[in-house]
Nanobody, 126 residues
Framework: HVQLVESGGGSVQAGESLELSCEVS????????LGWFRQTPGLERKEVAS???????SYAPSVKGRFTISRDNARNILFLRMDSLKPEDTGIYYC?????????????????????WGQGTQVTVS
């Protein structure tokens, strides 16, 4: 069973930057598609970015050009660098992993399709 632990959230002003980290343990790291999701009150959890075992990356249109997802395969850590933050980026950020594709991501996957989740970290932009 894969375990995910996020860190790096906080409160910042609009235009500033934050970097989130997610330590992945418990299984073969390369065999998982990894992603970041954001959830705001009353709304469903939405994918922000994902990365597969070949470093193929997908971004939500709202964050493209401002956020950067990356994975350190030597240390089993997933990152989300967030630049030019906006108030609408506020929410709880979750890292997620899914092994159904043996490390590759499915384009039509929604939050309920992902198998493993971290505990979440709050990001507040004012």
């Amino acid at each position: 069973h894969v375990q995910l632990v996020e860190s790096g959230g906080g409160s910042v002003q609009a235009g500033e930057s934050l970097e989130l980290s997610c330590e992945v343990s418990g299984y073969d790291y390369k065999r998982f598609c990894l992603g970041w999701f954001r959830q705001t009150p009353g709304l469903e959890r939405k994918e922000v970015a994902s990365i597969d075992r070949d470093d193929t990356i997908s971004y939500a249109p709202s964050v493209k050009g401002r956020f950067t997802i990356s994975r350190d395969n030597a240390r089993n850590i997933l990152f989300l660098r967030m630049d030019s933050l906006k108030p609408e980026d506020t929410g709880i950020y979750y890292c997620a992993a899914d092994g159904e594709g043996d490390g590759y991501c499915f384009e039509d996957y929604l939050a309920p399709d992902w198998s493993s989740w971290g505990q979440g970290t709050q990001v507040t932009v004012s």
